[in-house]
């Protein structure tokens, strides 16, 4: 009878211990896995050694730059050069979202320096496309300051105006940019479409399995935070209403939080995450923004 008693409350706790078991894989999962999570930076298959040049797009006044920077890596970048005829005293530093690389972006690149006249640095962060080393919050900061000094000290490009333009992660690192350089008063303008409040917010809806592994979460990109203290900035938020991945409350809460005097918010009620770059007058926006907040 204690035998059997005993096979018994042994059989209760199998679900229990199946259950720690799953919490420990997530747990596990999300604190040691999490830049493979956050940065897949294989997506696609090719994403690391497939970098789609300008040319193939039909540009041909660009460079193929290498830059390093101060910890040692080596980072990937097109300079996409504006027509002189055309060209606007504004260069815009642009950051991709987590997957992917420089070249899947440049047809944005395309309509930005051919049809609206700014010249454009994009840049690969680490680990990602043909740049050196591996990603992570704090390296992807070093990669934009790297960048954002490159314009800086580019002949060509003193004086312009620079607008830092972030897509989805890419939004988080233009924010951290921008809040730390603010003081140095040459970045004119910030654009951010379809990111996030920080990564800790964001899982729940991202990764439901993980909602309450959220706190374990190291990779924090405290975008909410960081934005509250840029305050002189003019701003365009662009938000797809249909956003699967960064739900459209994360948009309107960084909204809310820009203490900036000339927010501008634009939303695409058919834009989802990937698509919103695609909705009619997302260029258009663009170009407003720019022309009535940061020309002169």
Not at 134 to 142: D, S
Not at 153 to 180: D, F, N, P, W
Not at 235 to 260: R, W
């Amino acid at each position: 009878m204690a035998s059997s008693a005993q096979s018994f409350m042994s059989y209760l706790r199998i679900p229990a211990i199946v259950t720690s078991g799953l919490t420990a894989l997530l747990t596990g999962l999300l604190y040691f896995k999490q830049n493979e999570l956050i940065y897949p930076r294989n997506i696609p298959p090719d994403a690391r050694t497939d970098v789609p040049r300008p040319s193939y797009f039909g540009m041909t006044d660009y460079e193929e730059l290498v830059i390093p920077t101060p910890d040692g890596e080596s980072l990937s970048a097109f300079y996409l050069r504006a027509n002189k005829q055309y060209a606007r005293n504004i260069t815009i530093l642009m950051f991709h979202g987590n997957a992917g690389n420089i070249g899947h972006r440049v047809p944005i690149a395309k309509i930005l320096v051919e049809n609206m006249g700014y010249h454009v640095l994009m840049l690969e962060y680490r680990g990602y496309g043909l740049s050196s080393g591996a990603p992570n919050e704090k390296g992807l900061m070093i990669d934009a300051q790297t960048g954002l000094d490159y314009i800086r000290q580019r002949t060509e490009l003193r004086g312009t105006r620079i607008v830092v333009y972030g897509q989805s992660i890419g939004g988080a690192v233009a924010i951290g940019l921008t809040m730390k350089n603010q003081k140095q008063g040459d970045i004119a303008g910030l654009i951010l479409e379809n990111t996030f409040t920080s990564m800790r917010k964001l899982i729940p809806s991202a990764f439901p399995p993980a909602r309450y592994l959220a706190p374990l979460c190291h990779q924090i990109w405290p975008s909410e935070e960081a934005l509250a203290q840029i305050t002189g900035i003019p701003t365009l938020f662009l938000s797809g209403l249909k956003d699967e991945i960064v739900p459209a409350s994360h948009m309107a809460q960084l909204y809310n939080t820009c203490p900036s005097k000339s927010k501008i918010w634009k939303a695409f009620p058919n834009g989802d995450h990937n698509s919103t770059v695609a909705e009619p007058g997302y260029f258009d926006y663009i170009g407003e923004f720019l022309t009535q907040h940061v020309a002169r």
